[in-house]
């Protein structure tokens, strides 16, 4: 059932978790991709397009407060009746796999900003909308982070990697405790595993086995379910990692 | 789409999670309840029936292995040509909050018995079916089982209550490593909050707020969820609590 | 400096933690040793004693409430002046590691009995002595348990023993809750690694590299550490590791 | 027993944890006080010395890689004979505690900054000087964080304080597993309670029992402990709360 009075948006799109999220959500919402160039979006607006679906790109830097102010005011005069039911924070920077000394304090800011930054600015543009969207949402209004086993376990050689991961769970845990109980539902996903993406075709992992690799599919499916669940039954982390994963 | 190669089985059920997800599962399979007594499921056939599902009961103790073979031999009677998809464990033993040197050998012996005892022995009857059912199940066979706070909480004046739930979660995630490669998955479900039943109509929880108690048809949502996860993107664990609840 | 007044008891000696805690402790206080059988405490009393300390065994199944209520009733005889400063739980039932479907119920009545049911009679033993000792006591009176990995990781194929290991955490968690503010204080100690014993001499662990065993005297030093913490600053969980353990 | 060869190093001294470990360490080590202002340190260093130790302070910024790194070189001027025993980092940097839309982006940048910055320029600081002390270091060369409550749960408007406390568990996390192996002990506490300090004096908390505020000398105590540990049973995350603490 597409709602006419509801829009998602999804911060960080690709050929990952990104799209499929997006194509999910398209079929009940408008939905507004943000990524940092157009070519990440614009394939996928297409293909909700012809879906049926309604979509379109702003090119957005997470990191940069006023390039999402910027985008919020964009979709506003976009979507002018439109409430925000569901925004998903799916930003993955670059980053560095090194011994710790080998590590530069630009490593470290890279995480640190394209990780809790992002978030910190995407939480703060959407949290004024998703709580104006309480009372009349079909789902109670959701923000939605993807996470990495990365967010949970600081490894050997990931020292700035895990510290952006780790702040963005901390972000998550917050917003969850104070936003919950006014109506949105904050979930922080960790990803753990490798996603199918053709970037990820010719990695060997969990032996080769068949969906030895994430579904980037079956995120989407779990994101729509965390988005779907009713208030009094709200999980505020979840685990998805594929049936052959040591854990 | 109902199944007619397969089947499910609940244990414990009554008027709370078991019979909203032996509801939820019987739209897809026929389900087996099973109870400590009759009236536990009786109700709960006659309405799986009236909405067209098919369903039937077998008083069984899971803490006694014998009563739980002896369930699976009559199961295997009654429905000799299906496979088990899904196996729900939900039993909840009555439990003790007492001062510690209140709290007798007794009341250990019951936790212990009816969380740990009943989860091994269902464990061991439902496993090698669910395995069977790997090749062709229209999702992966799951083996769902109920938590609470007190499996990750061991709580002051909960002490044997903890024990308990502790030990379900220890062989819940054994079995989630042993049986997940081959295709089982095994999913522990943490319900962090009072369920909405006749039992607790009259609490006042969480200031009394709606829905500051939680739905177990909502939770039974997430079971099937958990339960139509691609294999790829297993959750292990869940937890689901009332958007007001502290945590 | 040794107390005249207080007294400790470790419950599970023999060539390991449980020797290198009572040589620890009887540097302090007479210690009182609780094993199944006398072999496994007798040449660690002779040792405390060539050392100058003051010790004695007792044949005791912590497992059997009667067999433990009978020590204590032996000990208030030999030392009735004397007040509990610090109880040791560091029994370790033996367990089976095996595919879950090998497992029997046996196995799993062992862990649980052993491990769960030990620890309960222990505590409900000891604690009426260490919350009278409060007032006088050097050191917080302390009770001290030994866990290990698989207090807090249900390994596969490590089902039952995972079981009772956890549901020893749990009695933990529980007792220090309630007990912590009556100023006794309750710890449990995560052992992650093999410890460096006798039978474990001809095990290559960690590659064989030198300190890849825990050292048994370490994790002793450990324990007094714990003992002698101030009140306004308890440690409640411990992890303890090689330098080179995975983890 | 003070060793002359080898000193130790405390990042972030005031009237609390740094001010009782300088002076706990100060009984073995020659010991250097970073902090930003003289103020901080200057007193810490009478005291020192008028118990018969050797102390000197470096105004520093932790936050400024140019700062840290002459600190260092400064001490390397002062010290050119001694290695470097164990260092610790106890920088807090002020934090708000709010409503998440009250939050700025450089409450923020001050907690990302104060401690995961701090923590990284600081690290790679000392690292290479504690790798050269494990051949010949009396104890395992030691890095010891300072963490709070809000390492490990992130508060409702607690969002940016937690950010910066959780990336800094993460490196801690990380450098213990890629330095531990090379023979240095990286060890996170979290301080799990308000420390008795003269800027507490007036707070009232655990209902103003005796000793519900944490020692400093008490959690020095267990700094020196961890520093102590023998490098086959080393503790990688330690909790320190008042008995009376809920937790």
């Known amino acids: ?37 157009p070519e990440s979006y614009s394939g996928i607006v297409s293909e909700i397009k012809q879906q049926g679906g309604q979509a379109f790109g702003i090119s957005t830097d997470t990191s940069d407060p006023q390039s999402v102010a910027s985008a919020f005011e964009a979709i506003k005069k976009e979507l002018p009746d439109k409430k925000l039911a569901a925004a998903i924070f799916n930003v993955g920077p670059g980053f560095a796999v090194k011994p710790f000394l080998e590590l530069t304090a630009s490593d470290l800011d890279t995480s640190l900003s394209g990780n809790a930054r992002g978030l ?55 917003l969850a405790r104070e936003f919950g109980p006014k109506g949105v539902h904050v979930a922080h996903v960790i990803v753990d595993g490798v996603i199918d993406i053709p970037r990820t075709k010719g990695w060997t992992v969990n ?22 669940q009713h208030r009094s039954s709200f999980t505020h982390e979840l685990d998805l990692r594929p049936y052959v994963e040591k854990f």
């Open 120 to 174: 910190f600015n995407f939480a703060q543009s959407t949290l004024p909308s998703l709580l104006d969207a309480v009372p009349t949402s079909p789902n109670p209004p959701s923000l939605i982070i993807t996470g990495a086993t990365a967010s949970v376990r600081g490894s050997a050689r990931f020292a700035t990697f895990a510290a952006g991961k780790f702040a963005v769970r901390a972000l998550s845990q917050s």
């Open 207 to 228: 032996e080769g086995v068949e969906d030895g690799k994430i579904s980037a599919d079956a995120i989407a499916e779990s994101y729509w379910h965390l988005h779907t």
């Open 1 to 37: 059932m597409a709602s006419k009075s509801f829009y998602a948006v999804v911060a960080g799109v690709g050929a990952g978790t990104g799209r499929s999220v997006a194509l999910r959500f398209a079929r009940s919402y408008p939905v507004v991709l943000l990524a940092r160039k």
